[in-house]
């Protein structure tokens, strides 16, 4: 089943003289359930894709549909609740909130929706997350790798449609890289979990099912 769609996507900044093409139309397709890696080096184009799916950031032209739906048909409010409910996004640099601990970063999407956590719930993600003892700590008590891992329970919480995960490595060492890896494949095979990942590093991608080559704003390659 396809659960995401992206048709012609065209991204340009500027005008004439200043005018970068950052996306040029780009188009693919994902199965509902797979892990796919978007690869390309910094300025490839990779990220903005990334944000365009997620409904960050407007495109230029082109569409994106995300479980049937045209997400640039959408008004910014329902976008906006479409972006909260729907897509989870898993940041390089982790994005949690300082005043908050561990459970309850990952429960605030549902507190942005006034939905109720399920307690059962949260306790098992913690436990998916080897955060069960880390529940009560602030961001600044955690390691680079456990607060990678409670902005992942923050991604997983809503039960997203799909998951869109910025060089998740990329602030990391390479044993807190491996085991936040570990993890998006656990919750991709164990959770059938829609995921797609960008990164720089080839290595890295080859853990997914697929991977997506960009240079330059194009899809240069598919293995």
């Known amino acids: 089943m396809e659960i995401l769609r992206v048709e012609n996507l065209t991204k340009v900044y500027g005008k004439q003289m200043t005018k970068v093409v950052a996306l040029d139309n ?4 994902v199965q509902k359930g797979e892990f796919v890696a978007i690869v390309g080096a910094s300025g490839s184009g990779k990220s903005t894709l990334l944000h365009i799916i997620g409904g960050v950031d407007r495109p230029t032209s082109g569409k994106v549909f995300i479980d049937g739906e045209d997400i640039f048909s959408f008004s910014d409010d329902k976008l906006a609740i479409f972006r909260r409910r729907q897509v989870g996004l898993i940041y390089q ?3 949690l909130i300082p005043i908050l601990n ?5 429960a605030l999407p549902l507190k942005l929706d006034n939905r109720e956590v ?3 719930k949260l ?3 913690l436990n998916l997350l080897g955060l069960e003892e880390r529940r009560k700590h602030l961001p600044n008590e955690l390691s680079g790798g456990q607060q990678q891992r409670t902005s992942i329970g923050r991604a997983l919480i809503t039960n997203p449609t ?3 995960a910025d060089e998740p ?3 990391l060492d390479t044993k807190a890289s491996e085991e936040i890896i570990k993890l998006l494949k656990q919750s991709n095979k164990d959770l059938k979990q829609t995921i797609i990942m960008i990164t720089h590093n080839m290595e890295i ?3 997914a099912d697929r991977i997506i080559k960009i240079e330059d704003g194009k899809i240069i390659a598919e293995e």
Not at 26 to 29: M, R
Not at 102 to 106: A, D, G, K, L, Y
Request: proline content about 0%; charged content about 20%; glycine content about 4%.
């Open 26 to 29: 780009v188009s693919f397709s």
């Open 93 to 95: 640099f982790y994005n």
């Open 102 to 106: 561990v459970e309850e970063n990952i």
């Open 118 to 120: 399920n307690a059962e």
């Open 123 to 125: 306790d098992n993600l």
């Open 162 to 164: 799909i998951i869109l």
């Open 169 to 171: 490595t990329g602030n």
């Open 205 to 207: 991608a080859k853990v």
